[in-house]
C-alpha cells in the first residue's frame, strides 16, 4: 500500500522559512517524478513544484521560482520543499504527489499558514 506522508507545516510570520518533507512508503521510491501542489481556501489546486526520479531536473511555478527549493533523497524515500521569504499568498494546504506512468498518489496534506 503507497502511504505519503507530509509533515513540516505551521504557522510562520511572513518573511519567514518553512521547510517541507514528505515520506513516502510502498514503493520504489527512485522510479516515481516527485511534485508538491497547494490548494488555498477558495482556489483550485496548483503545481508548486516537481523533481524528476533521479533530481536531474526541476520545475517551479513562477510564483514561488527563487524562493522554495525541491529535493529529494531517495536511500530515505523522502521529498523535501525549502519555503523562504513566505508571504500571505503562499498559506495553503500542500500536498506531496508521486508520478510514475500515469500511477498518481496523493499525500493527506500539510497546512502552512503565513500570517502575522
Known amino acids: ?28 521510491f527512485s522510479r516515481y517524478t516527485m511534485s508538491w501542489y497547494r490548494q488555498a481556501p477558495g482556489k483550485e489546486r496548483e503545481l508548486v513544484a516537481t523533481i524528476t526520479n533521479s533530481a536531474d531536473s526541476t520545475h517551479y511555478a513562477d510564483s514561488v521560482k527563487g524562493r522554495f527549493t525541491i529535493s529529494r533523497d531517495n536511500a530515505k524515500n523522502t521529498m523535501y520543499l525549502q519555503m523562504n521569504a513566505l508571504n500571505v499568498e503562499d498559506t495553503a494546504v500542500y500536498y506531496c504527489t508521486a508520478l510514475n506512468y500515469g500511477a498518481r498518489y496523493w499525500g493527506q496534506g500539510t497546512q502552512v499558514t503565513v500570517s502575522s
Do not use: D, F, H, N
Open 1 to 28: 500500500q503507497v502511504q505519503l506522508v507530509e509533515s513540516g507545516g505551521g504557522l510562520v510570520q511572513p518573511g519567514g522559512s518553512l521547510r517541507l518533507s514528505c515520506a513516502a512508503s510502498g514503493l520504489i
